[in-house]
């Protein structure tokens, strides 16, 4: 009776559980059959183009894929110049370009290992350099002695140049430096000029100081003429400060103690012969004078300081009272 009894409600007991199973598996399929449709996308429609025209389909068929692809390069690096120029940025670019074609050389073979600069005087080595534009970056390959020799020449204190390129790596440089001739003012600005009148500096450098000074437009190209006749009497170079000249025709001199000597336009030679000697005979330069005018060909006029000309004139006056005196005697 307990083995039938057990078997009866061991199959009640079992017969609910596996019911409730089957119906949640049944309601878990038809959820998802329903969440399938709505989330199911529907499929896009076909974009209907229009029809290209004629020079679309004639390059679409005829031109081959490669050209396509070399055009296409072309307008990108096309794209790529416009946008370099645009942005101001076609210096900097030259300058990364010629580096590397420089550095291409370098590793070849070609980099500049010695560097020979004849004729040197006041420039030093790197400063020849750096005017050349040539640096560690440099190729012999690449380097245009044409172009080195212009940027020599371009600066002042070099008159001429002659470059030698010697492979695989070997760099002369012959070098015609200008001299420092003279001081030239003009509008209150004062420079270092050479002897054919060119401007090397503005005066800065005290080592400048012991060169003659010449004052005045147009100066700078008659000063080595004139200094040279100049040099002739040493009696009148030796007290000069300065040398003037005049309406871009005749010179003035000016002394170290402040006297001026107006020379004349025509036969300076002459002039200055006659000064030399007058202060020779007569001391001319040490008498209390403020000017000496020899513009006039047949005359020599002396200009008095303030202080001479009162004494000169107070003289004059008591040889007119002791006249006086004598005569009423």
């Given amino acids: ?62 031109l081959p894929n490669r050209t ?21 940025h076609v210096d900097e670019f030259m300058v990364a370009l010629s580096d590397t074609r420089n550095a291409l050389a370098n590793s070849a073979g070609f980099r500049i290992t010695e560097v020979a600069i004849n004729g040197r005087k006041l420039l030093s080595q790197d400063e020849v350099l750096a005017i050349g534009g040539v640096n560690g970056r440099s190729s012999l390959l690449f380097l245009d002695a044409a172009t080195l020799r212009d940027k020599l020449k371009a600066n002042p204190w070099i008159s001429d140049a002659t470059i030698l390129k010697l492979y695989p790596g070997r760099l002369q440089i012959d070098i015609v430096e200008r001299t420092a001739f003279a001081l030239w003012q003009q509008d209150g600005r004062l420079s270092v000029i050479s002897e054919d009148g060119a401007v090397l500096e503005p005066y800065v450098s005290r080592r400048f100081v012991t060169l003659p000074l010449v004052v005045g437009k147009g100066a700078d190209v008659r000063a080595r003429d004139f200094l040279a006749l100049l040099e002739r009497y040493p009696q009148v170079r030796s007290v000069t400060k300065a040398a003037i000249l005049v309406g871009e025709r005749r010179w ?28 020779k005979e007569d001391r001319l330069f040490s008498r209390d004078i ?25 003289l004059f006056k008591d040889k007119k009272t002791k006249k006086k005196a004598g005569d009423s005697a």
């Avoid at 429609?45 to 290209?52: A, F, L, Q």
Wanted: aromatic share 0%; no cysteine.
């Fill in 1 to 62: 009776m307990d083995g039938a009894g057990r078997h009866t409600r061991s199959l009640r007991s079992v017969g609910p559980q596996a019911d409730l199973k089957a119906a949640a598996i049944g309601a878990v399929v038809l959820l998802r059959e329903r969440l399938g449709r709505r989330a199911r996308v529907p499929a896009k429609p076909v974009i209907d183009r229009e029809p290209p025209n004629r020079l679309v389909l004639l390059v679409e068929r005829y």
């Fill in 68 to 88: 396509g692809i070399a055009l296409t390069v072309l307008i990108l690096l096309g794209s790529a110049g416009l946008g370099i120029v645009k942005g101001g």
């Fill in 252 to 279: 003035n001199l000016r002394l170290k103690d402040g006297l001026d000597i107006r020379l004349p336009e025509n036969d300076v030679g002459n002039a200055l012969a006659m000064l030399s000697k007058l202060d």
């Fill in 290 to 314: 403020v000017a000496v005018d020899m513009r006039l060909p047949d005359r020599l006029t002396v200009q008095l300081s303030e202080e001479a000309a009162k004494a000169r004139e107070e």
